[in-house]
């Protein structure tokens, strides 16, 4: 990347960033509106400077600090009573992780273990900010699908996929049922729906008995 665009890029956010913080402190002191298009003026030379040294593993750490700063400030002017930015903070974490893992990112202990941690984590976050509901299984029941569907196709095994994924979805469907309307039974309209899957790969896949 050549000096002179970079610096023109800095220079160019710099004012950008100025020129809000002056209008929000003319119009309106009792909201800190200028941080939300600061922070996306602040991605141009940032993404520049890293895209010119062709270092996108320091990106990534650097862009994570960047984004869970400004999911902290954010959450701090809007709505302090409650830390929400602990929630969105988990999954951009994982980029700069997944970045300096390399290829161990793509095998499926790597993505057990980012299932396990996401697991463990929201549990947590639910039992210790509101237990009143066990919301947890909703992110649980999709990190799940990462590893499934990685360790089933790699080894080009559709129809036990389509059978896992369908026990997993029916089980996912039972405890949704359970926690949050118990005394309706709803759960089996779903399942019937989900049972054709694997039926459907069982009869109709091709070259099934290779699969088998």
């Known amino acids: 990347m050549k000096k ?5 890029a800095l220079l160019g956010s710099i004012m950008t960033i100025l020129f809000f913080y002056i209008v929000n402190q003319l119009t309106s002191l009792n909201y800190t509106w200028f941080i939300y298009p600061t ?3 602040i991605w141009w030379p940032l993404s520049l400077y890293y895209k010119g040294r062709n270092d996108y593993k320091e990106y990534s750490l650097v862009s994570t600090i ?4 400004f999911l902290i400030s954010t959450n701090y002017i809007t709505s302090s009573q409650h830390p929400w930015f602990l929630y969105a903070s988990f999954p951009v974490i994982w980029w700069p992780i997944t970045m300096y893992s390399g ?12 299932s396990l ?12 900010l509101c237990p009143q509901y066990y919301w947890a ?3 649980a029941y999709l990190i799940l699908w990462w590893p499934m569907s990685l360790y089933f196709a790699k080894r080009r095994r559709f129809i036990e ?4 994924g369908s026990a997993l979805t029916i089980l996912f469907f039972i405890i949704v049922n359970l926690i949050s309307s118990p005394h309706v039974i709803w759960a089996i309209y779903p399942i019937f729906g989900i049972l054709w899957w694997p039926l459907s790969m069982h009869y109709f896949a091709p070259n099934r008995k290779n699969q088998i």
């Open 4 to 8: 002179p665009v970079l610096t023109f």
């Open 39 to 41: 922070f996306g003026v």
């Open 66 to 69: 960047l984004i869970i700063a």
């Open 103 to 114: 290829r161990k990112a793509q095998t499926v202990k790597y993505a057990l273990l980012v």
């Open 117 to 128: 941690c996401t697991i463990i984590y929201y549990s947590s976050l639910n039992l210790i």
């Open 137 to 139: 299984i909703y992110p």
């Open 161 to 164: 996929l389509s059978m896992a």
